[in-house]
Protein backbone atom coordinates (compact mmCIF):
# COMPACT_ATOMS: atom_id res chain seq x y z
CA UNK A 1 0.00 0.00 0.00
CA UNK A 2 1.02 3.37 -0.59
CA UNK A 3 -0.22 7.29 0.21
CA UNK A 4 0.24 10.59 -0.16
CA UNK A 5 -0.87 12.98 2.65
CA UNK A 6 -3.30 11.44 4.90
CA UNK A 7 -4.82 12.26 8.12
CA UNK A 8 -3.16 10.26 9.96
CA UNK A 9 0.43 11.83 8.82
CA UNK A 10 -0.73 15.51 10.28
CA UNK A 11 -2.96 14.33 13.22
CA UNK A 12 0.84 12.91 14.75
CA UNK A 13 2.18 16.15 15.21
CA UNK A 14 2.29 17.48 19.13
CA UNK A 15 4.21 21.02 17.25
CA UNK A 16 3.07 24.49 18.71
CA UNK A 17 5.30 27.20 17.46
CA UNK A 18 6.60 30.00 19.93
CA UNK A 19 4.00 32.74 19.85
CA UNK A 20 6.17 35.76 18.85
CA UNK A 21 8.21 33.51 16.34
CA UNK A 22 5.20 32.15 14.51
CA UNK A 23 6.02 33.42 10.84
CA UNK A 24 8.05 30.54 8.13
CA UNK A 25 10.78 33.55 7.83
CA UNK A 26 11.15 34.43 11.33
CA UNK A 27 11.17 30.64 12.45
CA UNK A 28 13.60 29.85 9.57
CA UNK A 29 16.45 32.87 9.95
CA UNK A 30 16.32 32.55 14.04
CA UNK A 31 16.32 29.33 13.93
CA UNK A 32 19.21 29.38 12.05
CA UNK A 33 21.56 32.06 13.84
CA UNK A 34 20.04 31.55 17.36
CA UNK A 35 23.03 29.67 18.69
CA UNK A 36 21.66 28.62 21.99
CA UNK A 37 23.85 26.41 24.31
CA UNK A 38 27.90 25.87 22.73
CA UNK A 39 28.99 22.49 22.78
CA UNK A 40 32.78 21.51 22.53
CA UNK A 41 34.22 19.63 19.71
CA UNK A 42 35.92 16.40 21.18
CA UNK A 43 35.00 14.13 18.46
CA UNK A 44 37.54 11.72 16.34
CA UNK A 45 38.00 12.33 12.61
CA UNK A 46 37.59 9.17 10.17
CA UNK A 47 38.29 9.77 6.52
CA UNK A 48 36.48 7.61 4.25
CA UNK A 49 37.43 7.11 0.65
CA UNK A 50 35.28 7.12 -1.88
CA UNK A 51 35.27 4.92 -5.32
CA UNK A 52 36.45 7.65 -7.26
CA UNK A 53 38.93 8.96 -5.25
CA UNK A 54 37.71 11.93 -3.43
CA UNK A 55 37.24 11.52 0.05
CA UNK A 56 35.02 12.33 3.11
CA UNK A 57 34.97 12.85 6.69
CA UNK A 58 32.89 11.39 9.33
CA UNK A 59 33.00 13.22 12.76
CA UNK A 60 32.39 10.14 15.17
CA UNK A 61 31.36 11.09 19.41
CA UNK A 62 31.14 8.31 21.14
CA UNK A 63 29.20 8.23 24.65
CA UNK A 64 30.73 7.00 27.53
CA UNK A 65 29.97 3.29 28.63
CA UNK A 66 29.33 3.10 24.84
CA UNK A 67 30.02 -0.64 23.09
CA UNK A 68 29.67 -2.91 19.80
CA UNK A 69 25.87 -3.70 19.44
CA UNK A 70 24.49 -0.35 20.39
CA UNK A 71 23.17 2.20 17.93
CA UNK A 72 24.85 4.64 15.72
CA UNK A 73 23.73 7.15 14.46
CA UNK A 74 25.10 9.00 10.81
CA UNK A 75 23.69 12.79 10.71
CA UNK A 76 23.82 14.65 7.38
CA UNK A 77 23.59 18.78 7.54
CA UNK A 78 22.21 20.39 4.52
CA UNK A 79 23.41 23.05 1.83
CA UNK A 80 25.95 25.26 3.10
CA UNK A 81 26.72 23.53 6.15
CA UNK A 82 28.90 20.98 7.73
CA UNK A 83 29.50 19.02 10.68
CA UNK A 84 29.80 22.28 12.80
CA UNK A 85 26.13 23.06 11.61
CA UNK A 86 24.34 23.89 15.01
CA UNK A 87 21.84 21.54 14.62
CA UNK A 88 24.43 18.76 13.80
CA UNK A 89 25.94 19.63 17.00
CA UNK A 90 22.54 19.94 19.27
CA UNK A 91 21.35 17.12 18.25
CA UNK A 92 24.43 14.77 18.30
CA UNK A 93 24.81 15.93 21.68
CA UNK A 94 21.32 14.80 22.99
CA UNK A 95 21.99 11.58 20.85
CA UNK A 96 25.25 11.15 23.02
CA UNK A 97 23.32 11.23 25.80
CA UNK A 98 20.77 8.71 24.76
CA UNK A 99 23.54 6.46 24.51
CA UNK A 100 23.68 6.63 20.94
CA UNK A 101 27.32 6.84 18.75
CA UNK A 102 27.10 9.78 16.25
CA UNK A 103 28.66 10.04 13.21
CA UNK A 104 28.75 13.67 11.80
CA UNK A 105 29.32 13.57 7.82
CA UNK A 106 31.32 16.46 6.29
CA UNK A 107 29.87 16.15 2.68
CA UNK A 108 32.53 16.83 -0.12
CA UNK A 109 34.63 19.45 0.42
CA UNK A 110 32.96 20.54 2.95
CA UNK A 111 34.20 21.44 6.66
CA UNK A 112 37.14 19.30 7.81
CA UNK A 113 36.82 17.49 4.03
CA UNK A 114 37.04 20.89 2.29
CA UNK A 115 40.62 19.99 0.40
CA UNK A 116 39.75 15.76 -0.37
CA UNK A 117 37.31 16.51 -2.91
CA UNK A 118 37.56 17.46 -6.47
CA UNK A 119 33.89 16.65 -7.16
CA UNK A 120 31.00 18.04 -5.61
CA UNK A 121 28.41 17.62 -3.37
CA UNK A 122 24.64 17.43 -4.53
CA UNK A 123 21.29 16.42 -3.55
CA UNK A 124 21.60 12.48 -4.56
CA UNK A 125 25.10 11.65 -3.34
CA UNK A 126 23.32 8.94 -1.84
CA UNK A 127 26.58 6.72 -3.10
CA UNK A 128 28.84 8.95 -0.65
CA UNK A 129 26.48 8.13 2.28
CA UNK A 130 26.09 4.43 1.59
CA UNK A 131 30.07 4.53 2.11
CA UNK A 132 29.39 5.98 5.37
CA UNK A 133 27.50 3.74 6.27
CA UNK A 134 29.67 0.91 5.39
CA UNK A 135 32.43 2.51 7.24
CA UNK A 136 30.36 2.62 10.83
CA UNK A 137 29.20 -1.08 10.10
CA UNK A 138 33.45 -1.92 9.78
CA UNK A 139 33.77 0.26 13.31
CA UNK A 140 30.44 -0.94 14.73
CA UNK A 141 29.51 -4.50 13.04
CA UNK A 142 27.18 -5.63 15.54
CA UNK A 143 25.26 -2.06 16.00
CA UNK A 144 22.12 -0.92 14.34
CA UNK A 145 22.41 2.46 12.39
CA UNK A 146 20.01 5.53 11.92
CA UNK A 147 20.38 7.77 8.90
CA UNK A 148 19.56 11.46 9.49
CA UNK A 149 19.72 14.28 7.45
CA UNK A 150 18.21 17.43 7.07
CA UNK A 151 17.23 19.53 4.47
CA UNK A 152 19.53 18.08 1.35
CA UNK A 153 21.01 15.81 3.69
CA UNK A 154 17.32 15.15 4.28
CA UNK A 155 16.86 14.31 0.58
CA UNK A 156 20.00 11.93 0.47
CA UNK A 157 18.86 9.83 3.54
CA UNK A 158 15.71 9.37 1.70
CA UNK A 159 17.36 8.36 -1.43
CA UNK A 160 19.51 5.80 0.06
CA UNK A 161 16.85 4.36 2.04
CA UNK A 162 15.06 4.33 -1.39
CA UNK A 163 17.89 2.26 -3.28
CA UNK A 164 18.40 -0.04 -0.53
CA UNK A 165 14.68 -1.09 -0.79
CA UNK A 166 14.86 -4.62 0.98
CA UNK A 167 18.18 -5.11 0.68
CA UNK A 168 21.20 -4.33 3.09
CA UNK A 169 23.22 -1.43 3.67
CA UNK A 170 25.89 -2.07 6.80
CA UNK A 171 23.74 -1.77 9.57
CA UNK A 172 21.56 0.94 8.37
CA UNK A 173 18.05 -0.06 9.72
CA UNK A 174 15.68 3.10 9.77
CA UNK A 175 16.21 6.49 8.17
CA UNK A 176 14.98 9.90 10.30
CA UNK A 177 14.71 12.96 7.25
CA UNK A 178 13.98 16.79 8.25
CA UNK A 179 12.40 19.13 5.17
CA UNK A 180 14.04 16.75 2.45
CA UNK A 181 13.50 18.46 -0.93
CA UNK A 182 12.29 15.60 -2.42
CA UNK A 183 11.29 17.27 -5.33
CA UNK A 184 14.47 19.57 -6.53
CA UNK A 185 12.89 21.08 -9.47
CA UNK A 186 10.01 22.36 -7.68
CA UNK A 187 11.91 23.53 -4.35
CA UNK A 188 14.02 25.76 -6.85
CA UNK A 189 11.25 27.19 -8.66
CA UNK A 190 9.41 27.61 -5.43
CA UNK A 191 12.53 29.76 -4.17
CA UNK A 192 11.85 32.17 -7.11
CA UNK A 193 8.69 33.29 -5.93
CA UNK A 194 8.55 36.40 -3.77
CA UNK A 195 10.64 36.57 -0.26
CA UNK A 196 11.98 33.02 -0.64
CA UNK A 197 14.89 34.65 -3.26
CA UNK A 198 16.51 36.08 -0.10
CA UNK A 199 17.18 31.92 0.64
CA UNK A 200 17.95 31.40 -3.27
CA UNK A 201 20.36 34.08 -3.35
CA UNK A 202 22.33 33.54 0.05
CA UNK A 203 22.57 29.78 -1.10
CA UNK A 204 24.01 30.40 -4.05
CA UNK A 205 26.05 32.99 -2.41
CA UNK A 206 27.33 30.25 -0.03
CA UNK A 207 27.85 28.00 -3.13
CA UNK A 208 30.16 30.91 -5.48
CA UNK A 209 32.16 31.26 -1.80
CA UNK A 210 33.08 27.71 -1.75
CA UNK A 211 34.01 27.19 -5.76
CA UNK A 212 36.39 30.17 -4.81
CA UNK A 213 37.78 28.66 -1.74
CA UNK A 214 38.40 25.30 -3.86
CA UNK A 215 40.61 27.28 -6.54
CA UNK A 216 43.23 28.24 -3.70
CA UNK A 217 44.04 24.94 -3.61
CA UNK A 218 42.58 23.06 -6.97
CA UNK A 219 44.78 23.68 -9.81
CA UNK A 220 42.18 21.86 -11.95
CA UNK A 221 39.05 24.01 -10.29
CA UNK A 222 41.29 27.09 -10.41
CA UNK A 223 40.44 27.29 -14.19
CA UNK A 224 36.63 27.15 -13.96
CA UNK A 225 35.01 30.50 -14.65
CA UNK A 226 31.22 30.87 -14.54
CA UNK A 227 29.88 32.33 -18.39
CA UNK A 228 27.92 34.61 -16.15
CA UNK A 229 27.88 35.21 -12.40
CA UNK A 230 24.75 32.73 -10.96
CA UNK A 231 21.86 34.51 -8.95
CA UNK A 232 19.50 31.33 -8.33
CA UNK A 233 20.30 28.11 -7.11
CA UNK A 234 18.86 26.69 -10.94
CA UNK A 235 22.09 28.67 -12.37
CA UNK A 236 24.41 27.80 -10.38
CA UNK A 237 23.25 23.85 -10.59
CA UNK A 238 23.47 24.29 -14.54
CA UNK A 239 26.62 25.32 -14.94
CA UNK A 240 28.35 23.95 -12.07
CA UNK A 241 26.89 21.25 -10.34
CA UNK A 242 25.72 19.45 -12.97
CA UNK A 243 28.42 19.17 -15.35
CA UNK A 244 31.09 18.70 -12.37
CA UNK A 245 28.71 15.79 -10.72
CA UNK A 246 29.12 14.26 -14.14
CA UNK A 247 24.84 15.11 -14.86
CA UNK A 248 24.06 15.79 -18.35
CA UNK A 249 21.86 18.56 -18.05
CA UNK A 250 20.42 20.66 -14.71
CA UNK A 251 17.06 18.77 -15.62
CA UNK A 252 18.62 15.72 -15.05
CA UNK A 253 20.83 16.20 -12.46
CA UNK A 254 17.30 17.21 -10.79
CA UNK A 255 15.40 13.91 -12.01
CA UNK A 256 17.81 11.98 -10.98
CA UNK A 257 18.99 13.57 -7.64
CA UNK A 258 15.00 13.82 -6.26
CA UNK A 259 14.01 11.22 -3.74
CA UNK A 260 10.55 11.40 -3.99
CA UNK A 261 10.05 8.89 -6.59
CA UNK A 262 11.59 6.55 -3.93
CA UNK A 263 9.83 6.82 -1.31
CA UNK A 264 8.03 3.58 -1.76
CA UNK A 265 10.70 1.65 -2.45
CA UNK A 266 12.05 2.44 1.38
CA UNK A 267 11.55 -1.04 3.56
CA UNK A 268 12.84 0.45 6.94
CA UNK A 269 11.08 2.31 9.55
CA UNK A 270 11.66 5.76 8.07
CA UNK A 271 10.22 9.67 9.51
CA UNK A 272 9.58 12.49 7.26
CA UNK A 273 9.23 15.69 9.49
CA UNK A 274 8.31 19.17 7.30
CA UNK A 275 6.93 22.27 7.93
CA UNK A 276 3.52 23.57 6.27
CA UNK A 277 4.59 26.61 6.09
CA UNK A 278 8.38 25.95 4.70
CA UNK A 279 9.33 28.42 2.91
CA UNK A 280 12.23 26.30 1.00
CA UNK A 281 10.72 22.81 0.87
CA UNK A 282 6.60 23.76 0.32
CA UNK A 283 4.64 21.02 1.52
CA UNK A 284 2.24 20.24 -1.44
CA UNK A 285 5.84 17.85 -3.21
CA UNK A 286 4.82 15.23 -0.23
CA UNK A 287 1.17 14.74 -1.90
CA UNK A 288 3.04 13.81 -5.07
CA UNK A 289 4.70 10.71 -4.75
CA UNK A 290 3.43 7.57 -3.15
CA UNK A 291 5.12 6.25 -0.05
CA UNK A 292 5.89 2.71 1.48
CA UNK A 293 3.51 2.10 4.68
CA UNK A 294 6.87 2.05 6.70
CA UNK A 295 7.30 5.80 5.69
CA UNK A 296 5.52 8.27 8.17
CA UNK A 297 5.33 11.70 7.30
CA UNK A 298 4.77 14.56 9.99
CA UNK A 299 3.65 17.96 8.97
CA UNK A 300 3.38 20.74 11.30
CA UNK A 301 1.47 23.74 10.79
CA UNK A 302 4.83 26.01 11.65
CA UNK A 303 7.54 25.86 11.74
CA UNK A 304 9.29 27.03 8.70
CA UNK A 305 12.63 25.40 7.62
CA UNK A 306 14.65 23.97 9.93
CA UNK A 307 13.03 26.19 12.42
CA UNK A 308 10.85 24.64 14.90
CA UNK A 309 11.11 26.79 17.81
CA UNK A 310 8.83 26.16 20.52
CA UNK A 311 7.90 27.55 24.06
CA UNK A 312 9.51 25.66 27.11
CA UNK A 313 5.96 24.26 28.08
CA UNK A 314 5.86 22.52 25.01
CA UNK A 315 9.23 20.53 25.78
CA UNK A 316 12.27 20.96 28.16
CA UNK A 317 13.75 22.73 24.99
CA UNK A 318 12.93 25.42 22.84
CA UNK A 319 14.31 23.69 20.06
CA UNK A 320 11.29 21.19 18.94
CA UNK A 321 13.17 19.79 16.22
CA UNK A 322 16.27 18.31 18.19
CA UNK A 323 13.71 17.04 20.95
CA UNK A 324 11.42 14.87 17.91
CA UNK A 325 14.34 13.44 16.67
CA UNK A 326 15.98 12.70 19.65
CA UNK A 327 12.17 11.15 21.23
CA UNK A 328 11.99 9.34 17.75
CA UNK A 329 15.17 7.62 18.04
CA UNK A 330 14.69 6.48 21.43
CA UNK A 331 11.76 5.10 20.64
CA UNK A 332 13.19 2.94 18.26
CA UNK A 333 15.51 2.21 20.69
CA UNK A 334 13.13 0.51 22.78
CA UNK A 335 11.05 -1.54 19.96
CA UNK A 336 13.79 -2.96 19.22
Known amino acids: MSRGIDDRDLSTSGYRPHPILRGPHLQTIVGAYWKGHSFPYAAEQHQVELADGDKIVLHDDAPEGWRDGDRTALLIHGLGGCHTSPYLVRIAARLNDLGVRT ?4 LRGCGAGMKLAKKPF ?6 DAAAAVQFIHTLCPSSPCTAI ?5 GNVVLKLGGEVGTGVCGGLDSIFSVAPPIDLAHCCANMSRGLNRLYDRDFVR ?5 VELQKEYDEEAANF ?4 RPRRIVEFDAEYTAPKAGFGSVNEYYEKASAGPLLSQIAMP ?3 LTAGDDPIVPREIFAKYPRSP ?3 LEVTSHGGHLGFLAPRNVTADRRWMDWRVVTWVGELMQRS
Open 103 to 106: FRMD
Open 122 to 127: HAGCSD
Open 149 to 153: GFSLG
Open 206 to 210: RLIRR
Open 225 to 228: RFLR
Open 270 to 272: THI
Open 294 to 296: LVM
